[in-house]
């Protein structure tokens, strides 16, 4: 495998780190949105409430102008695979953590580039980039680093059938999202990126909201804080919209293992976010840890797909 021009110069790689930085917002969002007492189920019905409207413009808009003609089963597939990206990996990941603790619960979900390089290896008979899993290993062992100190801190000594019933949740959920990112490098040269991402989202808020509205009632979404409002219409622009489409961009562009690789910083962002905006501290084995990742990130930059 040789080494060419960095990625650093692609606009692939820009638009999943900007992609990924804007994710991890969500998780900031969502703990100041918690001072309120708002329940998690709600919060994200109102997410797709403010989403959905601009992804059905979107995808309106990308359908009348794309320039091939659309087959049913391609947007058959595409919704089925929203479904596993935005649907089945969210409501497993928040299901599990009725199970396993939060910090506990983000180590094990981070493992779901492992999940994309093993499908499109063994499904899509793609070539195993030895330099791309050397520094896969290396990302995760600087995220260890970063969550390690939360992660040990906490009494693991009675493990139940609870929670390793909650790790396989989670395990579930990150390999929910790499059937969709594997998906989506496979499908997505046959449409636009917009007209893929509105396509499978629009399908995944259905899917949430008929699952809302088994369990609530209408009016009990104007029931709410005036802030959740604010900070569920924030996490809809800010940690759903604009990131879905540049990650796939980046994905069409870079593939989906780049693309899953690139991803795994999100937690740095959230570790980032939290200590400005929420005034948490990083010590010195998460500093460590923070840089080593970042080092990480850059030679994958510098990692020809091929």
Known sequence: MSVQKSFLFDRGFWYLLVGSGLFALKGIFIKLAYQYDVDTTELIALRMIFSLPIYIIILLYSWKTHTTKIKGELCLKIAVLGLFGYYFASWLDLYALNFIPANIGRVVLYTYPTFVLLISTFFLKN?????????????????????????????????????????????????SYAVYLVGADVLSSRVSSKLFTSLAITAASVGILIHYFSLYSFANLFEQPLPVYGYGLAIAIFSTVLPSFLITSGIIRLGAEMGSAMTTVSPLFTLVFAYFLLNETLTLVQSVGFFIVLIAVYQLSLTKKG
């Open 127 to 175: 070539s195993l980039q030895k330099r791309l899993v050397i520094l896969l290993a290396t990302i995760y062992t600087g995220l260890l680093f970063v969550l390690g100190p939360s992660v040990f801190k906490e009494d693991l000594g009675d493990i139940s059938w609870s929670f390793l019933w909650g790790v396989l949740l989670t395990l579930g959920s990150g390999l």
